[in-house]
């Protein structure tokens, strides 16, 4: 039966292969959302505006704008879950540093696209009031509402996984998390590698020197955000 939320809520689903289009219609359709489409990186950009979609399921490879030109665009408007027909591994990481929440690899199966759909929805549908509006650990911030970090009143850049995955850390320091949980918690989902979760910790931990805390490395466990020694 179809949740109350999907009932309320728009995808947008841009590809240029007409049978994908119609597949994913189809099972988003049947897990009660409204479903719109896109054949091309023109018409999807026209849509987004006229549309104003809760989450855009984005093909990589299309006519005109393609799908990275178009998550580039939209990000922090709108959820993003990339469609890439690619074995490698380069579109699902170009995507996600320049905004995408998710990705799905060619060919897949509609179920899971559909668990993963509702999995970057449940995130966005998480109201602000629920999540402490600034956490400062030493002599870092992050403030919740605005997304922003800040090392000695420095603000630093972040992706927005980057962001999520600091986000659970400060939300929970000290704590042990492993890989998995991880991925539950900043991604929302357990599809990604393990090692997606290595390469963002290396990055933040870069990003955090000066701030009197660190992501230590829990061996055989997994990590946790406690204060520098």
């Given at each position: 039966?179809?949740?109350?939320?999907?009932?309320?809520?728009?995808?947008?689903?841009?590809?240029?292969?007409?049978?994908?289009v119609?597949?994913?219609?189809?099972?988003?359709?049947?897990?009660?959302?409204?479903?719109?489409?896109?054949?091309?990186?023109?018409?999807?950009?026209?849509?987004?505006?006229d549309?104003?979609?809760?989450?855009?399921?984005?093909?990589v490879?299309?006519?005109?704008?393609?799908?990275?030109?178009?998550c580039?665009?939209?990000?922090?408007?709108?959820?993003?879950?990339?469609?890439?027909?690619?074995?490698?591994?380069?579109d699902?990481?170009?995507?996600?540093?320049?905004?995408?929440?998710?990705?799905?690899?060619?060919?897949?199966?509609?179920?899971?696209?559909?668990?993963?759909?509702?999995a970057?929805?449940?995130?966005?549908?998480?109201?602000?009031?629920?999540?402490?509006?600034?956490?400062?650990?030493?002599?870092l911030?992050?403030?919740m509402?605005?997304?922003e970090?800040?090392?000695?009143?420095?603000?630093?850049?972040?992706t927005?996984?980057?962001?999520?995955l600091l986000a659970?850390?400060?939300r929970?320091?000290?704590?042990?998390l492993?890989?998995?949980?991880?991925?539950?918690?900043?991604w929302?989902?357990?599809?990604?590698?393990?090692?997606t979760?290595?390469?963002h910790v290396?990055?933040?931990?870069?990003?955090?020197?000066?701030?009197?805390?660190?992501?230590e490395?829990?061996?055989?466990?997994?990590?946790?955000?406690?204060?520098e020694?």
């Amino acid at each position: 039966m179809a949740s109350e939320e999907a009932e309320t809520e728009t995808v947008l689903v841009a590809d240029d292969e007409k049978h994908i289009v119609e597949l994913v219609s189809l099972y988003l359709r049947r897990a009660g959302y409204r479903v719109e489409t896109a054949l091309d990186g023109d018409e999807t950009l026209r849509k987004v505006r006229d549309f104003r979609p809760a989450l855009l399921v984005l093909d990589v490879m299309m006519p005109g704008p393609d799908g990275l030109e178009i998550c580039r665009k939209v990000r922090g408007r709108i959820p993003v879950l990339l469609l890439t027909a690619r074995s490698s591994d380069i579109d699902k990481i170009a995507g996600l540093r320049l905004g995408a929440d998710d990705y799905v690899t060619k060919p897949f199966n509609p179920d899971e696209l559909v668990a993963r759909v509702d999995a970057v929805l449940r995130r966005a549908r998480v109201e602000p009031e629920t999540r402490p509006e600034r956490v400062r650990l030493g002599d870092l911030e992050v403030d919740m509402g605005s997304r922003e970090t800040r090392v000695c009143g420095r603000t630093v850049p972040l992706t927005p996984k980057e962001f999520e995955l600091l986000a659970t850390f400060v939300r929970l320091p000290n704590v042990v998390l492993d890989r998995d949980r991880l991925l539950d918690l900043a991604w929302g989902t357990s599809f990604y590698a393990l090692r997606t979760v290595d390469v963002h910790v290396a990055r933040l931990r870069d990003k955090l020197k000066g701030s009197g805390v660190r992501i230590e490395t829990v061996w055989g466990t997994g990590y946790r955000l406690a204060a520098e020694v």
